[in-house]
């Protein structure tokens, strides 16, 4: 599978719209968390794209692939963390819909890719 630029996947522009969302809600929660859980979410969402960028410039679908499977960890690992703030109730469950949704499409996208590569091997 060839990329011609990480920037026409749509996993990659999903995920990249991801960030911005979990900025924007990071952004409301208690300043207390500031280097805690908002930090740790961001860096979460920005390695998705990020780990896809690398990827897509590797010279092997087997190097993508790796790259793809650290981006749908980091996937898992906002996931979880989604799930500890929710609990914290730092805010409302309907403030969490787009991130929500946005991760379940990128996690989605990141699984078939993998898989697409898999083949392509």
């Known amino acids: 599978m060839k990329v011609?630029?990480?920037?026409?996947?749509?996993?990659?522009?999903?995920?990249m719209d991801l960030v911005i969302a979990m900025y924007t809600l990071t952004g409301k929660f208690p300043k207390e968390e500031i280097y805690g859980l908002t930090s740790q979410m961001r860096r979460a969402a920005v390695s998705?794209?990020?780990n896809i960028a690398e990827g897509s410039r590797r010279?092997?679908?087997?190097?993508f692939r790796n790259f793809l499977f650290n981006a749908y960890g980091s996937g898992a690992e906002l996931?979880?963390?989604?799930?500890i703030a929710k609990r914290l109730l730092y805010r409302e469950?309907?403030?969490y819909e787009q991130v929500?949704?946005?991760l379940g499409e990128v996690m989605?996208?990141?699984n078939k890719l993998t898989h697409e590569l898999k083949i392509s091997e």
């Open 59 to 63: 010279s092997s679908c087997k190097d």
């Open 4 to 15: 011609e630029s990480y920037e026409n996947l749509i996993a990659w522009q999903k995920s």
């Open 79 to 83: 996931e979880t963390q989604i799930k």
């Open 48 to 50: 998705i794209p990020s």
């Open 93 to 95: 469950n309907k403030d």
């Open 100 to 102: 929500d949704v946005l």
């Open 108 to 110: 989605r996208m990141l």
